[in-house]
Structures are given as C-alpha cells and as structure tokens.
C-alpha cells in the first residue's frame, strides 16, 4: 500500500535561515510527488509537483524539492524562509488506480518562524 | 476565474443527524475528490467522481455518499453523524491525473 512519512513534526527555523522539510514515500510504481502548504483554517495550496522528468523542481514562493528514487524522498526545501511562511507543510503521493489518482498524504509538519 | 469554491464554511450538527456538504469545481476540471482531515492529522481520501460516477473510494463505510451533477459539482453526504465524523472536509478538482487544487473546506462539528 502507498505510504508517506513526514517524520518531523514540528520545525522552528530563524526567519532568513534556510529550510529543508524531510518526506518519504513508499510506492510500487513511478511515483507522482507533491507538496502542499496549508494555513490555519484554511484548504491546502499546492506548492510543487514531480510527475517525471528533472528531479529537482521549481514551485511557488520560492520552494524546491528535490525526487531521489535510490532513497525514496522528496525533500522540500527554500533558501531563505520568511514569516509567512509559517504553515503546515503536507507531502503526498499520487496513486493511481484504473486511470484515476487519489492522493496519499504524510501527517504534516507544523513550520514555525522565530523572528 | 473562481477557484474550488466549498459550502457551508462551518456547520454544527447533533449525532446520528444527516449532513450535506458541496463542492463546485475549478473550471475545466470535471474530476472531484473529497477528503476528511481530522484535527492534527493529514487528509484521508474518501471518494472520488467522474463523470457522475464514483471511481476510487477509500477505507469509509457507507454513511459516506456522494453525487457529481452534469455540471461537474459534487455533494458529499453523511448519514447517522457520529462525533468521530467531526472533521474539515476538504474538495479537490482536477483534470484527471493532473495536480488537484483544493478548496477552503467545510469545518463539521458533531455534538
């Protein structure tokens, strides 16, 4: 079965220090990886994707990620982290059954900024 | 152009009640997905619809229903509330396989 595993669950980062959010997944097939960011009370915004291709990829507000199949992960990262970017942050796996995909999510991590 | 776009923002019912929840999608997408995230934890997938017919379902038992209309909405339907349905409910759309973008949720109370 498709599994993901955010193993931290909370992050303090110094607002201005990098960030670097750790995901693992488990998957049978050529996964479809994502990142999404969620702020209190609110729905989940997607910040990247990996599909195929290059594996290290681009997303908004100044997040990457990083797909490495020998290690089955996809770390989120971002050089210089701001305030706002205090949020739960989800990765999850897209699994596909008879065309359709649905997505597996981690437990989240819970980014906090220190001023 | 309207993201996903989800009603109620909240609602409070009483257990064993019967609650419906709606979703109308981005447009262009005709594919919609509706997960259950309880407080503190990640999303869990319940179900999802196209073209009017539900094509994937996850681990919830049958007092979870849903609907896609022609226009592509959906309802989510809960029967017999119980306080462990107590949960944001969250909508997604999407083209098929492409990325699926989500809406704000509904936040449901059980008492």
């Known amino acids: 079965a498709q599994s993901v595993t955010q193993p931290d669950i909370h992050i303090t980062v110094s607002e201005g220090a990098s960030l670097e959010l750790r995901c693992n997944y488990s998957?049978?097939?050529?996964?479809?990886l994502f990142w999404y960011v969620q702020s209190p009370g609110q729905g989940l915004q997607l910040l990247l994707k990996?599909?195929?291709?290059?594996?290290l990829v681009q997303g908004i507000k100044g997040f990457e990620a990083e797909f490495k199949r020998s290690q089955s992960s996809f770390n989120l990262r971002k050089p210089s982290v701001h305030w706002s970017d205090a949020a739960e942050y989800f990765c999850a796996v897209g699994a596909m059954n008879t065309g359709f995909q649905k997505l597996v999510f981690g437990t989240g991590t819970r980014l906090l900024v220190s001023p | 152009d309207a993201g996903v776009t989800q009603s109620p923002t909240h609602l409070i019912k009483t257990r064993g009640q019967q609650v419906t929840l709606r979703c109308s999608p981005k447009s262009g997408h005709d594919t919609v997905s509706w997960y259950q995230q309880a407080l503190g934890q990640g999303p869990q997938f319940i179900f999802q619809?196209?073209?009017?017919?539900?094509?994937q379902r996850g681990n919830f038992p049958d007092r979870f229903s849903g609907h896609q209309f022609p226009n592509y909405s959906s309802e989510l339907n809960v029967n017999a509330l119980l306080l462990g349905d107590s949960a944001l409910y969250l909508c997604?759309?999407?083209?098929?396989?492409?990325?699926?973008?989500f809406g704000p949720g509904t936040r449901l109370t059980v008492t």
């Open positions: 997604a759309s999407s083209p098929r396989t492409a990325e699926q973008y």
């Open positions: 998957y049978g097939a050529t996964p479809y």
């Open positions: 990996y599909f195929s291709g290059d594996t």
């Open positions: 619809y196209y073209e009017e017919e539900e094509r």
